[in-house]
């Protein structure tokens, strides 16, 4: 084991001085003003328009009403919005707002956003390449005949991949804390947020449900990212392995990845859809109480998907890295 | 020559060690959220009133801002208006012209099909409805159609058809007068101080020969109301009945029972000049 | 080497090469074996022993298997059957153990063109215990990268990438050097420096397994050599037994042509047609009317003495030895080869 931590030193330095990272942190350096300005302008026209968040929040959940009085309205849809009047008649009849206007709750809603797709493809800027850029430029061959033998290589190379995927959540928050800081304060670390409603039914069960301060919710959050966000890289290692080309896996895993979104929005009528990976990254759902996709999804459910979905990763990349013969 | 061999070591002690510290703390995240959901201890927050500060009570034209809330039904939504606008946008709007204060609308919590039970258990339950209702010097409703067409057909009265059965009309009348009562009540206890206006019913049915006959009982309703908001001296009731008699294809939008853009006008100029 | 202005000549290491004779022990060991790609036989049956100390030569033309064989030789294909051993352990049971002791480039030097040279030395040394960066001093002046080895790889040129795979190699102290055509890609002043490179590193007591395509460099740098074609080895020995095999030939030129090739005709040699020998055109060249004969060495005194004696002139007469050319176009019935 005493000959793993300088692997795992390589394989660290390469990806930084391959400067994947860097294209990670350009990437959130200029999408994220983007949303925060667009924040921004909801945040300056609800001002104009509401005296404060009580009235906003009445105001939505009004809206919200107005759709169930609706015969146009499919029942999915009203679930939904009926569970969202539920939630906010909750922080309302307890007097907290649910989105303070601060640095904090952004990045919240940016992380929980960005979970099905943008994190996702961050990740996949690092481990699509890991095995495929070795074979495509031929340095696997001065890699594996080292005397280490092949498993040690790709352990270095998950846990490698596993620290970047750590940096990139955490990244992710601070930039964004910085920049969206900026316009609207670094506060809210404090701000409760109520989490355990339960709306596996047609109406929201808050039995158990508990205030926790945010700073404390952005970690818990930011695990849930870093769990769906390691199942995406660990796929995607298998895919590069299995592949050999970096766009090759890259398209293949962005197919996947989108896919679970589609039947996501779409797919609550085949139950089947709930197996898939992607149709279970967003784990952030079940602390926001939003209702999952399709019926009988639950954290328990969700993880236990994505660990099984990394597992065969895992087993099946070594498997084939271990034995395949290197060709090209 | 020095400086570069060493940043190989340098660099990943400062990378791995960040790397390390942020894996450690998402993995404690993902442990505490997955211990949190899965098994949580429920803490309950204590239900708190927010508390809006009461307006003076003055005339609405000496105050610094006029502030609306107005609650309801389809009428107060603004349904059948297809610029969306309803009479209370356009009581917003008039009242700016009118005194040049800024005139803000805190909320409109109207619903279709909304009935004077339901808003009433609304005024009494609902913490934001309060919170709204505290907020306001000027209150704008409508309500009570509902009621009473359903007491005679079980349908909303947007829905009401042909078959009217005018004693049916007649026994719901007091149940329905009740219910106007009681948010009547709520609204009072709520914020004694604030300016409040009701929209009387108005007569849809004036031109449809079967349903004329119901009439009178409409302008009945109206009056029963009056009879009830003269105790307060802050509410009147403004009338609308005689508005679309002869004028539905005018007045009325293609549903034929609610008003179109030009008669939520009518109403907002009834509603703006019976404020002071 | 091609376009390096900058950096030194290979620096040949100056101990003699005292022990090569005298160490029989076999640093790498391959027994038979065989390797079938999607159901299609590449090799058929390869045997050869590499010992201590001697340059071993691998020849064969492109396609014949060459480079498969290297790679199965360092662990990146299994073979299908049979067995290699390096250093006594199978590389393909115990690879740690195996590959300890071998420094190698397959194919072209690839190396990770957004590091520099040195960040890529230090990432191989990682890989073993026991290579400070005392080491990587140490081989990069052994290949003469001093100058450039802090700049990134991605501005090397091809020589330099050269170097520094075999700075790489070298890193653990290697008993065995794999060099896959080595030579590919380099100009003729580079080819001279790493001959003379190699042969220092033998000197020293490293085994070389070097793979080429060129019989000139095989013959100018190896001890033995084993010839491969159709994934098969057709012939292991040293370059020298090999020549012996492929037979001489003996260049009279006389002073009167005709006269002299009745009488080598008469006295039943073996004359050989231009178009038929494998001899350089490069020999022959220069000469004015040769006649080639096969003939055994010990028959020219003979020879010489009867034509002197009928009133032939000799101008000359020589003794040629045969490329490995020949040798091997009779081994590979008529495989084209570079």
Same mark, same amino acid.
């Given at each position: 084991m005493d000959r793993l931590l300088p692997l795992v030193q390589n394989e660290t330095l390469k990806i930084w001085r391959k400067k994947r990272f860097y294209v990670v942190v350009l990437v959130l350096i200029i999408l994220i003003p983007i949303f925060t300005y667009a924040q921004m302008r909801i945040s300056q026209t609800n001002a104009q328009n509401f005296k404060d968040w009580r009235n906003q929040v009445m105001n939505q959940i009004n809206d919200y009403q107005s759709t169930l009085a609706s015969d146009s309205v499919p029942e999915e849809w009203k679930r939904y919005r009926r569970i969202a009047v539920q939630q906010l008649q909750y922080y309302l009849d307890r007097d907290v707002n649910p989105s303070t206007p601060d640095a904090i709750t952004f990045t919240r809603g940016f992380m929980s956003g960005s979970v099905t797709l943008f994190y996702p493809l961050l990740v996949l800027a690092i481990a699509s390449d890991l095995v495929s850029g070795e074979r495509t430029t031929g340095t696997i061959k001065m890699l594996l005949t080292r005397p280490v033998r092949r498993w040690k290589i790709l352990l270095s190379k998950i846990l490698a991949m596993m620290l970047y995927v750590s940096l990139i959540v955490v990244t992710s928050f601070v930039l964004c804390y910085l920049i969206s800081g900026v316009f609207f304060g670094y506060e809210g670390w404090d701000a409760p947020v109520f989490t355990g409603f339960d709306v596996s039914g047609a109406q929201v069960d808050s039995t158990n449900v508990h205030a926790i301060p945010q700073w404390q919710y952005m970690i818990m959050q930011g695990g849930l990212i870093w769990f769906s966000s390691m199942t995406v890289a660990l796929l995607a290692l298998m895919v590069s392995v299995l592949l050999r080309g970096t766009a090759a896996s890259i398209v293949t895993m962005m197919a996947a990845v989108i896919t679970g979104t589609i039947l996501g929005n779409?797919?609550?009528?085949?139950?089947?859809?709930?197996?898939?990976f992607s149709v279970n990254l967003d784990l952030t759902m079940y602390m926001n109480g939003s209702p999952p996709p399709i019926a009988g999804m639950s954290l328990p459910f969700s993880l236990t998907v994505l660990a099984i979905w990394a597992a065969i990763s895992i087993v099946v990349s070594f498997l084939v890295f271990t034995k395949q013969d290197i060709l090209n | 020559m020095e400086n570069k061999r060493t940043s190989s070591d340098t660099l990943w002690r400062v990378v791995g060690l960040a790397a390390l510290l942020s894996t450690a703390l998402l993995v404690a995240g993902f442990g505490y959220a997955v211990k949190d959901l899965v098994w949580p201890s429920p803490e309950h927050t204590p239900i708190q009133s927010p508390q809006a500060e009461l307006p003076a009570k003055k005339p609405l034209s000496e105050s610094s801002e006029i502030r609306i809330t107005a609650i309801g039904d389809s009428l107060t939504k603004g349904f059948g208006d297809d610029e969306g606008q309803g009479y209370v946008k356009q009581v917003v709007a008039m009242l700016r012209d009118k005194w040049g204060i800024p005139v803000r609308?805190?909320?409109?919590l109207a619903v279709n099909g909304l009935r004077a039970d339901e808003l009433a258990e609304s005024l009494r339950t609902n913490k934001g409805y309060q919170y709204t209702i505290q907020q306001a010097n000027l209150v704008l409703f409508t309500i009570g159609g509902n009621d009473l067409f359903q007491s005679v057909t079980g349908e909303k009265a947007s829905e009401a058809t042909g078959q009217f059965d005018l004693e049916k009309l007649k026994a719901g009348m007091p149940e329905g007068l009740q219910r106007f009562e009681a948010v009547i009540e709520q609204i009072h206890a709520l914020n004694p101080n604030a300016h409040v206006v009701y929209v009387g019913l108005f007569n849809p049915f004036y031109e449809m020969e079967d349903l004329r006959v119901g009439s009178p009982y409409i302008q009945q309703w109206n009056q029963q109301v009056y009879d009830i908001l003269h105790r307060y001296d802050n509410m009147t009731i403004v009338p609308t009945y005689d508005l679309f008699e002869n004028a539905s294809d005018l007045y009325l939008s293609s549903d034929h029972f609610h008003p179109n853009h030009l008669g939520y006008e009518q109403i907002a100029t009834r509603v703006v000049q019976s404020l002071r | 080497m091609t376009s390096v202005t900058d950096a030194p000549p290979l620096r040949p290491l100056t101990e003699p090469a005292v022990r090569r004779d005298i160490q029989p022990e076999k640093v790498l060991s391959v027994r038979g074996i065989k390797k079938s790609i999607r159901g299609k036989m590449i090799i058929h049956d390869v045997s050869f022993d590499v010992r201590a100390g001697e340059i071993f030569g691998f020849l064969g033309p492109n396609g014949s298997g060459k480079t498969t064989t290297i790679r199965m030789l360092v662990d990146l294909i299994k073979p299908t059957a049979g067995a290699i051993e390096i250093g006594g352990f199978n590389v393909h049971r115990h690879p740690e153990e195996a590959l300890r002791h071998v420094g190698c480039i397959v194919e072209n030097p690839e190396v990770? $063109?957004?590091? $520099?040279g040195w960040e890529n030395l230090e990432h191989f040394a990682r890989m073993q215990p026991g290579i400070g960066r005392d080491r990587i001093d140490e081989v990069v002046a052994i290949v003469g990268l001093e100058q450039r080895i802090h700049d990134k790889v991605k501005t090397y040129s091809l020589g330099m990438r050269q170097r520094l795979g075999i700075a790489q190699a070298l890193l653990g102290r290697p008993k065995l050097l794999i060099l896959d055509e080595p030579t590919n890609g380099l100009d003729p002043k580079g080819i001279k420096e790493l001959r003379e490179f190699i042969r220092s590193l033998a000197g020293q007591g490293m085994s070389l397994f070097i793979s080429s395509h060129l019989l000139s460099e095989i013959q100018l740098m190896c001890d033995r050599v084993a010839i491969i074609s159709h994934g098969r080895v057709r012939a292991v020995g040293t370059v020298d037994e090999l020549v012996a095999q492929a037979g001489s030939y003996v260049v009279w030129q006389f002073d009167q042509t005709e006269a002299g090739r009745r009488l080598l005709a008469e006295e039943g040699v073996r004359l050989v047609a231009n178009d038929e020998h494998q001899i350089e055109e490069g020999i022959l060249a220069p000469m004015k009317e040769p006649i080639v004969a096969q003939m055994p060495a010990g028959r020219i005194q003979d020879l010489v003495e009867k034509a002197v004696r009928v009133g032939i002139g000799i101008r000359s007469v020589q003794h040629v030895a045969p490329t490995l050319e020949e040798l091997f176009l009779r081994m590979t019935e008529g495989e084209s080869i570079g």
């Amino acid at each position: 084991m005493d000959r793993l931590l300088p692997l795992v030193q390589n394989e660290t330095l390469k990806i930084w001085r391959k400067k994947r990272f860097y294209v990670v942190v350009l990437v959130l350096i200029i999408l994220i003003p983007i949303f925060t300005y667009a924040q921004m302008r909801i945040s300056q026209t609800n001002a104009q328009n509401f005296k404060d968040w009580r009235n906003q929040v009445m105001n939505q959940i009004n809206d919200y009403q107005s759709t169930l009085a609706s015969d146009s309205v499919p029942e999915e849809w009203k679930r939904y919005r009926r569970i969202a009047v539920q939630q906010l008649q909750y922080y309302l009849d307890r007097d907290v707002n649910p989105s303070t206007p601060d640095a904090i709750t952004f990045t919240r809603g940016f992380m929980s956003g960005s979970v099905t797709l943008f994190y996702p493809l961050l990740v996949l800027a690092i481990a699509s390449d890991l095995v495929s850029g070795e074979r495509t430029t031929g340095t696997i061959k001065m890699l594996l005949t080292r005397p280490v033998r092949r498993w040690k290589i790709l352990l270095s190379k998950i846990l490698a991949m596993m620290l970047y995927v750590s940096l990139i959540v955490v990244t992710s928050f601070v930039l964004c804390y910085l920049i969206s800081g900026v316009f609207f304060g670094y506060e809210g670390w404090d701000a409760p947020v109520f989490t355990g409603f339960d709306v596996s039914g047609a109406q929201v069960d808050s039995t158990n449900v508990h205030a926790i301060p945010q700073w404390q919710y952005m970690i818990m959050q930011g695990g849930l990212i870093w769990f769906s966000s390691m199942t995406v890289a660990l796929l995607a290692l298998m895919v590069s392995v299995l592949l050999r080309g970096t766009a090759a896996s890259i398209v293949t895993m962005m197919a996947a990845v989108i896919t679970g979104t589609i039947l996501g929005n779409m797919a609550s009528s085949w139950e089947s859809a709930k197996y898939f990976f992607s149709v279970n990254l967003d784990l952030t759902m079940y602390m926001n109480g939003s209702p999952p996709p399709i019926a009988g999804m639950s954290l328990p459910f969700s993880l236990t998907v994505l660990a099984i979905w990394a597992a065969i990763s895992i087993v099946v990349s070594f498997l084939v890295f271990t034995k395949q013969d290197i060709l090209n | 020559m020095e400086n570069k061999r060493t940043s190989s070591d340098t660099l990943w002690r400062v990378v791995g060690l960040a790397a390390l510290l942020s894996t450690a703390l998402l993995v404690a995240g993902f442990g505490y959220a997955v211990k949190d959901l899965v098994w949580p201890s429920p803490e309950h927050t204590p239900i708190q009133s927010p508390q809006a500060e009461l307006p003076a009570k003055k005339p609405l034209s000496e105050s610094s801002e006029i502030r609306i809330t107005a609650i309801g039904d389809s009428l107060t939504k603004g349904f059948g208006d297809d610029e969306g606008q309803g009479y209370v946008k356009q009581v917003v709007a008039m009242l700016r012209d009118k005194w040049g204060i800024p005139v803000r609308l805190n909320n409109n919590l109207a619903v279709n099909g909304l009935r004077a039970d339901e808003l009433a258990e609304s005024l009494r339950t609902n913490k934001g409805y309060q919170y709204t209702i505290q907020q306001a010097n000027l209150v704008l409703f409508t309500i009570g159609g509902n009621d009473l067409f359903q007491s005679v057909t079980g349908e909303k009265a947007s829905e009401a058809t042909g078959q009217f059965d005018l004693e049916k009309l007649k026994a719901g009348m007091p149940e329905g007068l009740q219910r106007f009562e009681a948010v009547i009540e709520q609204i009072h206890a709520l914020n004694p101080n604030a300016h409040v206006v009701y929209v009387g019913l108005f007569n849809p049915f004036y031109e449809m020969e079967d349903l004329r006959v119901g009439s009178p009982y409409i302008q009945q309703w109206n009056q029963q109301v009056y009879d009830i908001l003269h105790r307060y001296d802050n509410m009147t009731i403004v009338p609308t009945y005689d508005l679309f008699e002869n004028a539905s294809d005018l007045y009325l939008s293609s549903d034929h029972f609610h008003p179109n853009h030009l008669g939520y006008e009518q109403i907002a100029t009834r509603v703006v000049q019976s404020l002071r | 080497m091609t376009s390096v202005t900058d950096a030194p000549p290979l620096r040949p290491l100056t101990e003699p090469a005292v022990r090569r004779d005298i160490q029989p022990e076999k640093v790498l060991s391959v027994r038979g074996i065989k390797k079938s790609i999607r159901g299609k036989m590449i090799i058929h049956d390869v045997s050869f022993d590499v010992r201590a100390g001697e340059i071993f030569g691998f020849l064969g033309p492109n396609g014949s298997g060459k480079t498969t064989t290297i790679r199965m030789l360092v662990d990146l294909i299994k073979p299908t059957a049979g067995a290699i051993e390096i250093g006594g352990f199978n590389v393909h049971r115990h690879p740690e153990e195996a590959l300890r002791h071998v420094g190698c480039i397959v194919e072209n030097p690839e190396v990770y $063109s957004y590091m $520099s040279g040195w960040e890529n030395l230090e990432h191989f040394a990682r890989m073993q215990p026991g290579i400070g960066r005392d080491r990587i001093d140490e081989v990069v002046a052994i290949v003469g990268l001093e100058q450039r080895i802090h700049d990134k790889v991605k501005t090397y040129s091809l020589g330099m990438r050269q170097r520094l795979g075999i700075a790489q190699a070298l890193l653990g102290r290697p008993k065995l050097l794999i060099l896959d055509e080595p030579t590919n890609g380099l100009d003729p002043k580079g080819i001279k420096e790493l001959r003379e490179f190699i042969r220092s590193l033998a000197g020293q007591g490293m085994s070389l397994f070097i793979s080429s395509h060129l019989l000139s460099e095989i013959q100018l740098m190896c001890d033995r050599v084993a010839i491969i074609s159709h994934g098969r080895v057709r012939a292991v020995g040293t370059v020298d037994e090999l020549v012996a095999q492929a037979g001489s030939y003996v260049v009279w030129q006389f002073d009167q042509t005709e006269a002299g090739r009745r009488l080598l005709a008469e006295e039943g040699v073996r004359l050989v047609a231009n178009d038929e020998h494998q001899i350089e055109e490069g020999i022959l060249a220069p000469m004015k009317e040769p006649i080639v004969a096969q003939m055994p060495a010990g028959r020219i005194q003979d020879l010489v003495e009867k034509a002197v004696r009928v009133g032939i002139g000799i101008r000359s007469v020589q003794h040629v030895a045969p490329t490995l050319e020949e040798l091997f176009l009779r081994m590979t019935e008529g495989e084209s080869i570079g």
